[in-house]
């Protein structure tokens, strides 16, 4: 009797499931992401650091994007926040910010050893420019795959809104550097606003449906 009580003991023990890791508030995470773009973007854009620094900063809410998904899926799991279609579009972004990292950090790595030959400098520029596209994509077939049709719907909002967000910031500051008031800027912080605007977009679906959304 004896071993079979252990025996019970043990399926229990291996079916019971273990505690999950509390990722906190997405809202917190999301500001703080937030937070981190608006400072870097101030840094840049008043020349206080360079393009070089501001792009190596910029893994700081690149980092954070992983605890937000996180929170996100913890928090809006009763609503299908864990469907297939969103645990493979977690792990595309995954594979292309990795990329993304590691192609900046060898482009910078060899630009500043010394002087690099005009086609490798090609070829290092537009790695880190289509691992970008390749998040791009992975939304794009976020958006195509989900079968809900609400999360669906989420995530399509927070992608015109993050596009109004960001042809509107590059229309604005176009002109003001036509009429020389602002400075000009490198073309990839369109990017940069759009990803800030797929944060607003949770906001917004946030405040009008009450769940952040799939992105």
Avoid: H
Avoid at 47 to 69: C, E, F, R, S, V
Avoid at 138 to 154: H, W
Avoid at 172 to 200: E, K, M, N, R, S
């Amino acid at each position: 009797m004896l071993p079979a009580l252990w025996q019970g003991a043990l399926v229990m023990a291996q079916s019971e499931p273990g505690p999950t890791r509390n990722w906190g508030s997405p809202g917190l995470w999301l500001g703080c992401m937030l937070a981190a773009i608006g400072i870097i973007a101030g840094l840049a854009i008043t020349d206080a650091i360079g393009k070089y620094t501001a792009m190596l900063l910029l893994l700081i809410p690149a980092g954070l994007m992983y605890p937000l998904a996180k929170s996100s899926r913890q928090k809006d799991a009763a609503c299908g926040g864990n469907s297939a279609a969103q645990k493979r579009y977690t792990r595309r972004v995954a594979i292309f910010t990795s990329a993304y990292l590691a192609s900046f950090a060898l482009m910078t790595f060899l630009q500043e050893a010394g002087e690099v030959a005009y086609a490798l400098r090609v070829v290092l520029a537009l790695l880190p420019g289509l691992a970008i596209l390749g998040v791009l994509w992975a939304v794009g077939r976020l958006i195509v795959e989900e079968s809900d049709e609400f999360l669906r719907m989420l995530t399509v909002r927070q992608s015109l809104i993050a596009t109004g967000l960001a042809l509107s910031a590059a229309s604005i500051w176009g002109f003001l550097q036509a009429g020389d008031i602002a400075p000009p800027v490198d073309l990839y912080w369109v990017t940069i606003i759009w990803f800030l605007g797929l944060g607003v977009g949770a906001i917004v679906n946030r405040v009008q449906f009450g769940t952040w959304g799939a992105v």
